[in-house]
Antibody, heavy 118, light 108 residues
Framework: EVQLVESGGGLVQPGGSLRLSCAAS????????MSWVRQAPGKGLEWVSV???????YYADSVKGRFTISRDNSKNTLYLQMNSLRAEDTAVYYC????????????WGQGTMVTVSS | SSELTQDPAVSVALGQTVRITCQGD??????ASWYQQKPGQAPVLVIY???NRPSGIPDRFSGSSSGNTASLTITGAQAEDEADYYC???????????FGGGTKLTVL
C-alpha cells in the first residue's frame, strides 16, 4: 500500500528546533518530488518546501533560511528540519508526494501537529 | 499573501452544478490541481493536469482553464461534496508552489 506517515511534531518554545519525519511505503521517495505543506489552525493550506528527485530544493519565503528539507534514501524517509521556530509556524504539517509528470500531490500523510508556544 | 485567489465561500443546491474558480497570473503557464479537504482530514487530490481525475474520484468532478483562471466544476453536487476546496500550482517564478486561500462549499 502506498502510504506516508509523519512523526516528530510536538510543543516547542519560540526560537527552538524540531525535526519532522515522513516515512514512505509502497514507493521510493527519491524517485518522486516530495513536499511539506502546513495548515495553521482554522486556516488554509500553505506550501512549505519541495525536494525534487534530482535533489534540488525550494522553500516558501516564510521559512527560507530557517527550514531545511532532506531525505534519507536508505530509510525511504523525508525530513523537515525546523529551526528558529516562531508562533506563526504553529500548524499541522503534512508531507505529500508529487504526482509523476504533473504539478499535483496525489498521496498525503495524516499530518503531525507542531505548536510553538512558551 | 497567496498568488492564487479563490472565493472564500460558495453554496449549491443538492443535485445542482457549481463552479469553483482560482485566479492567478501563473495559471497562464501552469495547470492547477484541486484538492478536497473535509474537517479533521488530510487533503485529497480530485483534479490534476488539463482535466484528469485520480482513481476513485467521481466523474461529477471536472476541471478547466482559461487565461488566468482555473475552474473546478461539480455537476450534480452531493451532500458528501460539502468540504473545503483548494487549488494549487506553481508561482510566477516556476520554482515555488502555491495554494489558493480555499473555498468552503456548502451543499444546501
Amino acid at each position: 500500500e502506498v502510504q506516508l506517515v509523519e512523526s516528530g511534531g510536538g510543543l516547542v518554545q519560540p526560537g527552538g528546533s524540531l525535526r519532522l519525519s515522513c516515512a514512505a511505503s509502497g514507493f521510493t521517495v527519491s524517485s518522486n518530488y516530495m513536499s511539506w505543506v502546513r495548515q495553521a489552525p482554522g486556516k488554509g493550506l500553505e506550501w512549505v518546501s519541495v525536494i525534487y528527485s534530482g535533489g534540488s530544493t525550494y522553500y516558501a519565503d516564510s521559512v527560507k533560511g530557517r527550514f531545511t528539507i532532506s531525505r534519507d534514501n536508505s530509510k525511504n524517509t523525508l525530513y523537515l528540519q525546523m529551526n528558529s521556530l516562531r508562533a506563526e509556524d504553529t500548524a499541522v504539517y503534512y508531507c505529500a508526494r508529487g504526482f509523476p509528470g504533473d504539478d499535483a500531490f496525489d498521496i498525503w500523510g495524516q499530518g503531525t501537529m507542531v505548536t510553538v508556544s512558551s | 499573501s497567496s498568488e492564487l485567489t479563490q472565493d472564500p465561500a460558495v453554496s449549491v443546491a443538492l443535485g445542482q452544478t457549481v463552479r469553483i474558480t482560482c485566479q492567478g497570473d501563473s495559471l497562464r503557464s501552469y495547470y492547477a490541481s484541486w484538492y478536497q479537504q473535509k474537517p479533521g482530514q488530510a487533503p485529497v487530490l480530485v483534479i490534476y493536469g488539463k482535466n484528469n481525475r485520480p482513481s476513485g474520484i467521481p466523474d461529477r468532478f471536472s476541471g478547466s482553464s482559461s487565461g488566468n483562471t482555473a475552474s473546478l466544476t461539480i455537476t450534480g453536487a452531493q451532500a458528501e461534496d460539502e468540504a473545503d476546496y483548494y487549488c494549487n500550482s506553481r508561482d510566477s517564478s516556476g520554482n515555488q508552489l502555491v495554494f489558493g486561500g480555499g473555498t468552503k462549499l456548502t451543499v444546501l
